[in-house]
């Protein structure tokens, strides 16, 4: 596998959404070196963290050893790891390992973001952000992840909404902070926020483990409105800007 320095240094600014064209994650079927180095550590801190929460499991996911983000371009290189390798990383931000993972943007057709509460028995507990997830071993086809397959896949387990349904803009955007880069497209949904709200209460009435707690409609920027992780807020200041600068552009017109 050839690798491809993570120059942290030459990456768009930290906390600043930036336009993506091209999202390439090679996956070896090595281990991690992270978490070779990291193994039995892992294991203590999952130790701890099942005494805690006994409902988490010990699945598989994709960790990036390595990224180079230039020109637009995201290109990683990954190995698939046990969730509590992930969890540790996370815990200390060891070095060797970064993180980046997919979610949509879904806008309702009256300008809502819907966002999602994961429930308490997560490892997110009560954090609030758009519907999405970590890649897993189901995402990599032909030894690369399917970013666009994984969304689709988390929205549609999370909510009951098929991407189908939306209208996708152009263009993938990202974020990065303290090692993990979150990338995101915008999708508009043709209901209204309380529609998309009461359809998502549905899916999870009727499912069985529910990972979510509720679905939420996010009107503004406002970054203490809800127990959001660090990279929504800037997102939020993103998605909620630009939509003022084309009603004000459709006023002006």
């Known amino acids: 596998m050839t690798l491809i320095e993570s120059n942290r ?10 336009p993506v064209s091209e999202i390439d994650i090679e996956v070896s079927a090595e281990p991690h ?19 805690a929460n006994p409902h988490l499991f010990d699945g598989r ?16 290189r990954a190995h698939i790891v046990a969730y509590s390798t992930f969890l540790w990383w996370r815990k200390t931000r060891g ?8 979610m949509p943007m879904l806008l309702s057709s009256d ?7 994961m429930g308490a028995h997560t490892a997110n507990a009560g954090r609030v952000y758009s519907p999405g997830g970590s890649l897993e071993p189901e995402d990599v086809v032909d030894g690369r992840c399917d970013v666009a397959g994984n969304i689709a896949r ?20 990202a974020i990065h902070m303290a090692g993990t880069i979150t990338v995101f497209r915008v999708f508009r949904l043709p209901a209204t926020a309380d529609e998309v709200v009461a359809r998502v209460a549905a899916h999870i009435a009727a499912d069985p483990h529910p990972e979510v707690d509720e679905a939420l409609a996010i009107r503004g920027p406002e970054p203490h409105a809800h127990n959001y992780p660090e990279f929504i807020p800037p997102i939020l200041d993103w998605l909620f ?13």
């Open 9 to 18: 240094t030459a990456w768009p600014a930290e906390g600043k959404v930036f």
């Open 33 to 51: 070196p992270f978490h070779l180095a990291e193994r039995e550590r892992a294991r203590e801190s999952w130790q701890r963290e099942i005494a």
């Open 61 to 76: 996911m994709v960790l990036q050893r390595s990224i180079r983000i230039a020109e637009g371009r995201i290109a990683a």
């Open 95 to 102: 070095p060797g390992a970064y993180h980046i993972f997919g």
């Open 111 to 117: 300008g809502a973001l819907i966002a999602i509460r």
């Open 154 to 173: 988390e929205v549609k387990e999370e909510t009951g909404i098929s991407l189908s349904e939306a209208s996708a803009e152009p263009g993938w955007h």
């Open 241 to 253: 800007t630009r939509r003022e600068l084309r009603l004000a552009a459709e006023l002006s017109g």
